[in-house]
């Protein structure tokens, strides 16, 4: 079996896909908050590059050992718009000798698409830590790309978990979308999304095949934002299904995911566990569309 890996050097999380044969074998991820402060600096901390890096090198030695024959990274918004970018890249190069693909805003909606979508039609939300991309494809065509500098990390570092300045920021933050050609379903991936609808689902384990598919509404999701911001970061800590470095960053998500919706009265989201890293083995040809 042909056995390769992908990297996703993200804002919140790095995470790692394993195929064999076409199929994805597992994911993994490792939260190192790579864009830590970026909102306040324009600058990755030192730390967060050390971090991130070695959590890069963690995972090209776990591919490595389970056969892969290639190993693939890329990095999102975090990377592409602080100033110190470049110094991720060469960081990740040194300890480990892999080449980071920088994908751009409009470049990484596109492989949301690909990955949660293939080749049909639909919009795809992708909720990250620095960024969130919006992408639509009608009549096999894409109709709607655009990607606005707000994500979780970055709600954290600016709001905090203020109910007020988080919602007066992601209802400014929402305009940036403009006018989006809804035409039908909408589908929602990334970290935010696929916790959302573990605790929507009451999941005590996580459940990639049933988080795939599930169905959030938006009145659900407001009661789900305002839930969340009503509990402490500790409580939300101990929910089932809850990754690590994931709680003091939800709410906040939470409140963007439900603006979103409000906003662009999108009635339901449709989550998918399917996302940018199989969005970008299939771009490179590795393996096929969903």
């Not at 492989?111 to 969130?132: E, K, M, P, Q, T």
Request: aromatic share 6%.
């Amino acid at each position: 079996m042909k056995k390769f890996a992908v990297i996703d050097i993200g804002s919140n999380s790095v995470r790692l896909m394993f195929v064999a044969d076409g199929k994805v074998l597992y994911k993994t991820l490792k939260t190192t908050r790579l864009g830590e402060g970026l909102a306040q600096t324009n600058r990755l901390k030192p730390q967060a590059v050390e971090r991130s890096a070695l959590a890069v090198a963690e995972f090209v030695s776990k591919a490595q050992s389970d056969g892969a024959e290639q190993v693939f990274a890329f990095a999102t918004a975090a990377v592409r718009t602080a100033e110190n970018g470049q110094t991720f890249v060469e960081r990740a190069r040194e300890i480990c000798g892999i080449e980071v693909d920088v994908v751009s805003g409009e470049e990484e909606a596109e492989l949301g698409l690909l990955g949660a979508l293939g080749n049909r039609d639909g919009f795809v939300l992708d909720i990250g830590g620095a960024s969130s991309e919006l992408v639509g494809r009608t009549d096999g065509k894409t109709v709607y790309k655009r990607s606005v500098d707000v994500g979780v990390v970055r709600l954290k570092d600016v709001c905090g978990r203020d109910e007020k300045a988080l919602k007066a920021y992601t209802r400014d933050a929402v305009k940036g979308y403009g006018h989006v050609p809804l035409v039908g379903d909408v589908y929602a991936i990334g970290g935010t999304a696929t916790t959302l609808a573990s605790i929507t689902l009451g999941l005590t384990e996580y459940d990639s095949a049933r988080i795939t598919g599930a169905v959030i509404t938006t009145e659900e999701m407001q009661t789900l934002s305002d839930k969340l911001l009503k509990t402490s970061v500790e409580e939300i800590a101990k929910m089932p299904c809850m990754p690590t470095g994931r709680a003091d960053v939800l709410a906040g998500g939470a409140v963007w995911l439900t603006q979103i919706m409000h906003a662009l009265r999108i009635s339901k989201i449709i989550v998918s566990d399917q996302d940018n890293l199989e969005g970008y083995a299939i771009k490179k040809g590795w393996m096929d569309g969903v």
